[in-house]
């Protein structure tokens, strides 16, 4: 929603605008009768398309402008105006902790105090039965006069209220900070979330960096749920031991082996630092906050998505890392947990949409919310699990035999990167093709050669080898779906669509493919890309008269839409991909929801730049 400086929205008279994020936009604004200035966050548009949105905003408004507490920006009001519903909150003089962090780190007396003022909020609000689900350093507010805040608390809970796109809980939350679960879109959250992402913050306060550092944010949530963390003293060897066990727990993957509540944690993390006896020194990090992820405060930067004061409209932070308490598993390893991490990589490089678009985006500027990692990101040194325990004789009785062959398909595995570094792709394929021949039953060997292919850029060899045979040893869907080798194949058909000699493969795998939508979709795209966009699209519109809450297909008529000029429709569409009941793959979220803030961010930009799912060409409206 457009607001003009001297509008007035109710009693308030907008000032200026300070920032402009994801779910709505925030202006500070003057309230004559109390002499005071104000923050309003505009909710965005679309959840207007939502005729029971309003109703259950102010329902929703109304629990969170309950909480009252020193270390949370309070809500003052709700309203809407024109249509659109609005907050008005506290107006906070100061910077973000997110923005004091790139200009250096602080000291441990200053983490602590941060943390304790954070915390001590939280519990409050857990205690109100109100969860935050976005704990993150541009959501921490420092006051000129030292106070400390946390921002938007309830956004989330708001949106989540509607049903619009935005209120997806696909992507709700940042993915830098999301705990496991909430990249896994359970829906039953409790405090366990949020004591992971401060859990998060923490790491990044002590160590210098986050936990996770990948390209997409589908990388990013995949090594939250199932990345072993860095452990802190591997990254940067000042972390003190007390302080590293404090965040081992905090960052369990299961909620049960987090602290009980966030006091517990703050109270750990308390005692860990007095322990450690540095608090007149600047926490040692491991690397600078690169340049890029700077960014100023509304003070000085308007019109634009900073980190806003008295709000939480900010970009996120560099990438992240999660951590793992390997000890508290009991976690023994064997070749397969090999075997199982190079399928875990291949689900995230499956999700690595730049593989074939490298060349199209290699100069284009990171896009919104930081779900990409700054440049100097990749200068990050490689994180390092650490030596798992001895197992017990216990756990050794409980250890299931390796499946056969284990050794030499991991030796292939190995022996096939390589080939594929050095260009060699037949050495490649072959090795590859031993490793599948030694254990043809183990689905996972099928899956990792399929993604070692999908990763270098070779999608229908991928298909051919590997993802369409894999198919044929499955039997009920893998859970979680990201991992099941049929929603890979669905991604490869997708990303054949620039190949100009696809035309005959997808249309033979739509008579051939156990779920032939897949690549009757595909190919639907590929005509868009080759010249054939007006047969796509009557083929796609009949195709979404029967199945319209098919996610891929409103996605594929989204890119359609955007490759004729057609932003808003293709926007509209991106977000019914989002909105339908059946659950869309997580490759088809991640791209709805790029592109949607690709289209955002280019309507007031006379030569639009590409967007993240298509070359340049398709934004000409020649393709």
Not at 9 to 19: A, D, H, M, S
Not at 62 to 68: I, Y
């Amino acid at each position: 929603m457009s607001l003009t400086v001297g509008e007035n929205v109710g009693p308030y008279r907008i000032v200026e605008q300070l920032g402009q994020g994801g779910m709505a936009t925030v202006f500070k604004a003057y309230h004559a009768a109390l002499d005071r200035y104000v923050a309003i966050k505009v909710m965005h548009p679309a959840f207007k398309e939502d005729p029971n949105f309003l109703a259950r905003f102010q329902r929703e408004a109304r629990v969170v402008a309950r909480l009252e507490h020193p270390n949370i920006v309070p809500v003052y009001d709700y309203a809407e105006h024109n249509g659109a519903p609005y907050l008005v909150m506290k107006f906070v003089e100061g910077e973000t902790l997110k923005a004091k962090l790139a200009r250096g780190p602080i000291s441990l007396t200053e983490a602590v105090q941060i943390v304790e003022a954070v915390g001590t909020g939280l519990d409050y609000a857990h205690k109100q039965g109100i969860l935050h689900r976005d704990i993150k350093p541009s959501n921490v507010m420092l006051a000129a006069d030292g106070s400390v805040y946390l921002a938007d608390f309830g956004l989330a809970r708001i949106a989540q209220a509607g049903e619009s796109t935005l209120s997806s809980d696909s992507l709700l939350g940042t993915p830098h900070y999301m705990s496991p679960e909430q990249a896994k879109g359970v829906k039953e959250l409790d405090a366990g979330t949020d004591i992971y992402s401060l859990g998060v913050v923490i790491y990044e306060l002590v160590v210098g960096r986050l936990p996770f550092s990948a390209d997409t944010p589908f990388a990013i949530i995949h090594d939250h749920i199932y990345t072993p963390l860095p452990m802190p003293h591997d990254v940067n060897p000042n972390v003190p031991e007390a302080i590293e066990r404090v965040l081992l727990k905090a960052l369990a993957k299961e909620r049960a082996d987090r602290f009980p509540d966030v006091a517990a944690m703050v109270a750990a993390f308390r005692d860990a630092a007095a322990t450690a006896d540095q608090a007149s020194t600047a926490l040692p990090h491991a690397v600078p906050v690169a340049p890029s992820a700077v960014t100023p405060t509304a003070a000085t930067v308007k019109g634009t998505a900073p980190e806003t004061v008295g709000t939480v409209v900010a970009p996120t932070a560099p990438p992240t890392a999660t951590p793992v308490p390997t000890a508290q598993q009991g976690f023994q390893f064997q070749w397969w947990h090999a075997l199982i991490a190079l399928v875990v990589i291949g689900a995230c490089l499956f999700g690595l949409f730049a593989v074939n678009r490298l060349r199209n985006r290699a100069q284009r500027e990171p896009t919104a919310v930081a779900l990409t990692p700054p440049a100097a990101s990749a200068q990050l040194p490689p994180a390092r699990t650490p030596p798992p325990p001895a197992p017990t004789s216990e756990q050794v009785a409980k250890t299931p035999p390796p499946p056969p062959g284990g050794d030499n398909i991991k030796a292939l595995l190995a022996e096939a990167e390589q080939a594929f570094a050095n260009k060699n792709i037949p050495a490649a394929t072959g090795a590859l093709d031993k490793a599948v021949s030694i254990n043809p039953d183990n689905i996972e060997v099928w899956l990792a050669a399929g993604d070692m292919t999908f990763s270098h850029g070779h999608f229908m060899l991928a298909l051919e080898k590997y993802y369409l045979p894999g198919v044929n040893h499955t039997q009920p869907p893998l859970e979680p779906p990201e991992l099941d080798i049929r929603s890979h194949a669905a991604l490869a058909f997708y990303m054949l669509a620039p190949d100009p000699g696809a035309e005959q493969f997808l249309r033979e795998q739509g008579k051939n493919f156990p779920e032939p939508d897949a690549p009757q979709l595909a190919y639907q795209r590929w005509r868009i890309f080759h010249g054939q966009g007006d047969a796509a699209r009557d083929a796609l519109e009949a195709y979404l008269k029967d199945k319209p809450r098919s996610p891929a297909g409103q996605l594929i008529m989204g890119d359609y839409l955007l490759s004729t000029g057609q932003p808003v429709k293709a926007e509209l569409r991106y977000a019914l991909a989002l909105e339908v009941d059946v659950p869309a793959p997580l490759w088809v979220r991640l791209e709805a929801e790029c592109n949607v803030r690709r289209i955002r961010e280019l309507k007031d930009q006379a030569k639009p730049q590409p967007s993240c799912n298509e070359p340049p060409v398709l934004l000409k409206g020649q393709p």
